[in-house]
C-alpha cells in the first residue's frame, strides 16, 4: 500500500498578492504625471515605469504597501515617487497616496490631469554639498560603488512621529537606483534610503554623487525628505541634517515644495475609482469628495 501523502499549500502572503493586485494601479497613477526642467519645459522627462523598490509597513494604518518610481533627466534621477495604498472604510477600499521628492538640481515643471484635486508645484532645485572627509572616487565604475555603499553606512537617522515617540532608521545596504554613466552633470551616483523599523517605506532619501569640480572629482550628497514625520540624519554620530515640521514644513509639503504629499483617492483593488481625496490644511491627510462634486 502506498503511503498517503498529504500536500499542504501554504496560503499567499497578504502583502504580496495585495502587490500583484494593486501594482497595475500604481503604474496608471504615476503615469499622469508629466515632468520636465524649467529650461526646456517641452521635453518630458523619461519615467521608468518599472518601480525600483517595493515596501510595505504591516504596522501602520492596517497594511500601508507601496512601490517608488523614478523620472530620469538625462540619466540621473530626476523626480522619486511612491505611490502606495492604505484600507479605507467608507467608501470600502484602498485610499491611494502620492509622495514625491524632487531630486534634479533645477526647478522642474510638473502637471497633471487638470480635473484631479491634488498637484505638485517645486519650487527650486534640490542642492548638493561636499561629502568632507571622504576619499577621493575611484578611477572605476566597480571602485565607486564599493566606495559609494561604504560611504552611506556612516549615515544614521531616527524619527519623531505625532506623539514623539522615536523610530530607528536603518539603512538599506543595496542602493535604490545607480547611474554610474549619466550624460551630464555626475561622473557617477546612487540613491540610497533610510527605512522605518515599522517595515520597509522609506524615510529618508540619500543622494551620493562623485561629481568635478573645478578640474577636481570629488563626493557630494544630499538628504531628502521622504516622510511626514520630523527626520533627523547623523554622519558617524554627528548631526548633519533635519526636517522639522512648522508651519512651512507642513505635513503635506516642506517650505520649497521639493517634498509633497497627498492622499489623492480611493479605488477599488481592481482600480475602479470609488471616491476623491483632497488634502486641506484643516485635512491634511484628505478629506472625502464624491466623484460627481468638483
Known sequence: MLPLVLLLIAPDNPSETLAKKMLPVYVQEASEYSIAVDRDPKKALEFKKEPVFEWSNPVREGLQQGVVFLWVHEGRPAVIASIFSQP??????????????????????????????NQWKPETGLLRKELEEAPAPAGTPGGRLL???????????????????RWD?????????????????????????L???????????????????????????ACGRFSDRDLYVQRNEKDI??????????????????YRLYADKVVSLEGKALARVRATPKMPWGEIVPLNEK
Open 195 to 221: 527605512v522605518s523599523t515599522a517595515g520597509t517605506d522609506p524615510e529618508v532619501l540619500l543622494l551620493i554623487e562623485a561629481k568635478e569640480t573645478n578640474g577636481k572629482i570629488r563626493w557630494e550628497y
Open 88 to 117: 479605507h472604510d467608507k467608501p470600502s477600499g484602498r485610499q491611494l497616496s502620492h509622495e514625491l521628492h524632487a531630486l534634479d538640481t533645477e526647478k522642474l515643471l510638473v502637471t497633471r490631469p487638470k480635473d484631479v484635486l
Open 147 to 165: 566606495q559609494m555603499r561604504r560611504l552611506a553606512q556612516e549615515f544614521t537617522g531616527h524619527s519623531l512621529d505625532q506623539e514623539r515617540k
Open 241 to 258: 541634517w533635519s526636517n522639522v515640521r512648522s508651519e512651512t514644513n507642513t505635513f503635506n509639503n516642506d517650505d520649497r515644495h521639493l
Open 169 to 193: 532608521l536603518r539603512l538599506l545596504p543595496a542602493p535604490l537606483y545607480r547611474y554610474p554613466a549619466a550624460k551630464t552633470g555626475v561622473i557617477d551616483g546612487a540613491i540610497f534610503t
